[in-house]
């Protein structure tokens, strides 16, 4: 089911690799099944993901977690999907914190069209507690609340620790200070996941994010050759510079926040 869009997918993709079909890991998988076969999955846990749903399963998803109840902090996938879960969701598990209904999903499939800074490299494991704070101000500026009072708080620091780790953290460190951040947060079957990208705001504006995305992504292809993100479509700085790294939008995702 997942190999049939591993773009689009791959975020469940990494999750269902990382932890298996065992719920005790962490979440459930659910399955639609139509006369024997496997035509549509769910990912439900801490986040939400319907993968390759028609109207059908979408609705037999949404009666199903009616029945279980809600343990997600967000609904995210293409829009048609989340928007027609949401429609049956809505009047039990509402209101929605935020509801942001238009998120365009990019690829880049090669190189980068524009340079690459030269300053941004793979984290170190003694640079966490540099690194830590960004991803805070980061998180706390996207999603609208800090990690360490919102679902992620328990275990946040240990996960930006475990991607610095996995040397999947990549920032412009200057005088101890991060200038420039992101992560590859998702791994899948030749597709790749890049999150969490900040520019400090005493820099922006200044032409930092493009080069460095451009270096994310060029650290990212050692990862996986195909590299993708979604992004706020009110973003307009953030989608300009991806652009010009050359990402072009092949989806439009949807978020529900709660």
């Known amino acids: 089911m997942i190999a049939r869009d591993p773009v689009v997918n791959v975020f469940v993709d990494s999750l269902v690799q990382a932890s298996g079909l065992d719920p005790r890991r962490g979440a459930e998988v659910w399955g639609y099944v139509d006369k024997g076969v496997l035509e549509a999955l769910c990912h439900?846990?801490?986040?939400?993901?319907?993968?390759?749903?028609?109207?059908?399963?979408?609705?037999?998803?949404?009666?199903?977690?009616?029945?279980?109840?809600?343990?997600?902090?967000?609904?995210?996938?293409?829009?048609?999907?989340?928007d027609q879960l949401w429609t049956v969701l809505e009047p039990h598990w509402g209101p929605a914190r935020e509801v942001r209904g238009e998120?365009?999903?990019?690829?880049?499939?090669?190189?980068?069209?524009?340079?690459?800074?030269?300053?941004?490299?793979?984290?170190?494991?003694?640079?966490?507690?540099?690194?830590?704070?960004?991803?805070?101000?980061?998180?706390?500026?996207?999603?609208?609340?800090?990690?360490?009072?919102?679902?992620?708080?328990?275990?946040?620091?240990?996960?930006?620790?475990?991607?610095?780790?996995?040397?999947?953290?990549?920032?412009?460190?200057?005088?101890?200070?991060?200038?420039?951040?992101?992560?590859?947060?998702?791994?899948?079957?030749?597709?790749?996941?890049?999150?969490?990208?900040?520019?400090?705001?005493?820099?922006?504006?200044?032409?930092?994010?493009?080069?460095?995305?451009?270096?994310v992504v060029e650290l990212a292809r050692q990862i996986a050759p195909v590299v993708t993100l979604y992004v706020n479509a009110f973003n307009t700085p953030a989608r300009r510079s991806y652009e010009r790294v050359g990402f072009r939008t092949v989806e439009t995702f949807a978020t529900i926040l709660f």
């Open 44 to 82: 439900a846990g801490g986040n939400m993901v319907p993968v390759g749903a028609d109207d059908a399963a979408l609705r037999a998803f949404a009666a199903y977690a009616l029945r279980r109840g809600r343990n997600c902090f967000q609904i995210l996938g293409p829009v048609r999907a989340v």
């Open 103 to 215: 998120q365009p999903f990019m690829v880049i499939e090669g190189a980068p069209t524009v340079a690459p800074d030269p300053l941004v490299r793979a984290v170190e494991p003694v640079e966490l507690p540099i690194l830590y704070p960004a991803c805070v101000a980061m998180y706390t500026e996207e999603v609208g609340v800090p990690p360490q009072t919102g679902p992620d708080g328990t275990f946040y620091r240990s996960r930006v620790a475990e991607l610095i780790r996995a040397g999947r953290a990549f920032a412009r460190i200057e005088d101890g200070r991060v200038v420039f951040k992101a992560e590859v947060g998702s791994v899948g079957t030749g597709v790749c996941q890049i999150q969490g990208v900040w520019v400090d705001p005493e820099y922006r504006g200044q032409g930092i994010a493009a080069p460095g995305m451009a270096a």
